[in-house]
């Protein structure tokens, strides 16, 4: 596999586990919050921006420390907890194939109840740029199962490919994760409201999950493809 | 008895033999089979469910060991076993 597949692979993977309910649920409050304060166009697109610049720098810090973590350990340790991560995303991959049939019974995602009321209060009662990108970091947190495993993934998977620096690499990944939210924000400024944006977003929770699911199992298999060396990343057949 | 056939089935599989899928599909099928089990309320989806399920952690399984064998430089089955 060439450099530009794997970089072509870890877009499509970035857009994928960013349609995901919860960071969509996030990102709309944020902009409904906005609209509520009667804010005009440029604040709207100053506190998405700020979101988006705190869930980027989130993204980045969370997975150039992973990739730090696996650099310190022995080259034995560190495939094993590559190994570790990918067998975790892919039991996340099918809880969140799960949801697609049954969902939100049983083992789900769900934010933590004190990351909930963190999100709730930074959107209905502060606004403001700072806020804005603590709100996107506190995103990541919320989505953590999902886009944090995936971010754990990738890393991982540019760790077993020897490519010496990942942070241009998870600078990537997190501008694609935001991608659908930038359609959303595109969407509003088009004028289309926010309540049928959430209509839109409730009617297709189920298949976002499906998708975010099949996503997070396919990159773990291609960790574990990388890692038994069926893969080659960086050598053009 | 279930080390040596899941490791057989990955030797086979590894070897992309048509025993080693048939052998697959049995121990998929087998799974789903004792999964129906606790279907009480019968739905279809269940099933839908649990073969999609059963069919991924097979191969998150199969590849998983297979990982572990590379790293531990083991390159047969009777060598794991």
């Known amino acids: ?237 | 008895m279930g080390t040596i056939f899941f490791a057989t089935t990955l030797q086979q599989i590894q070897a992309m033999s048509f025993r080693g899928v048939i052998g697959g599909a049995i121990l998929i099928a087998a799974l789903v089979l004792f999964a129906s089990l606790f279907n009480k309320q019968k739905t279809y989806r269940f099933y839908i469910f649990m073969c999609i399920a059963t069919i991924i952690a097979f191969v998150t399984a199969v590849l998983v060991a297979s990982a572990l064998f590379v790293t531990n430089n083991i390159d047969s089955v009777e060598a794991f076993l």
């Open chain 1, 1 to 237: 596999m060439s450099l530009e597949a794997l970089f072509l692979c870890i877009v499509v993977i970035g857009i994928l586990c960013g349609l995901t309910p919860s960071l969509v649920s996030i990102f709309t409050a944020l902009i409904s919050g906005s609209l509520g304060q009667g804010h005009g166009r440029n604040r709207i697109l100053g506190n998405s921006t700020s979101f988006f610049i705190g869930f980027i720098i989130a993204t980045v810090i969370f997975g150039t420390a992973f990739w730090l973590f696996l650099g310190v350990l022995t080259p034995l340790l560190a495939t094993y907890i590559v190994i570790f991560v990918a067998f975790v995303t892919a039991s996340a991959g099918l809880v969140e194939i799960k949801d697609y049939f049954w969902y939100g019974q049983g083992l789900s995602h769900r934010p933590h109840k004190h990351i909930a009321n963190r999100i709730h209060r930074r959107t209905t009662k502060k606004y403001g740029a700072t806020n804005s990108v603590l709100l996107g970091m506190v995103a990541l947190g919320a989505s953590v199962t999902n886009i944090g495993l995936g971010i754990l993934a990738i890393t991982s998977l540019l760790f077993v490919s020897g490519i010496a620096e990942p942070v241009s690499w998870l600078v990537g990944f997190s501008l694609a994760l935001i991608v659908p939210l930038v359609i959303i924000l595109l969407a509003v400024g088009e004028k289309t409201r926010v309540s049928s944006i959430i209509k839109w977003k409730e009617d297709t929770k189920g298949i976002m999950r499906l998708g975010a699911g099949i996503t997070l199992i396919l990159l773990a298999w291609l960790v574990l493809l990388v890692v038994n060396s069926s893969v080659a990343i960086g050598v053009v057949i």
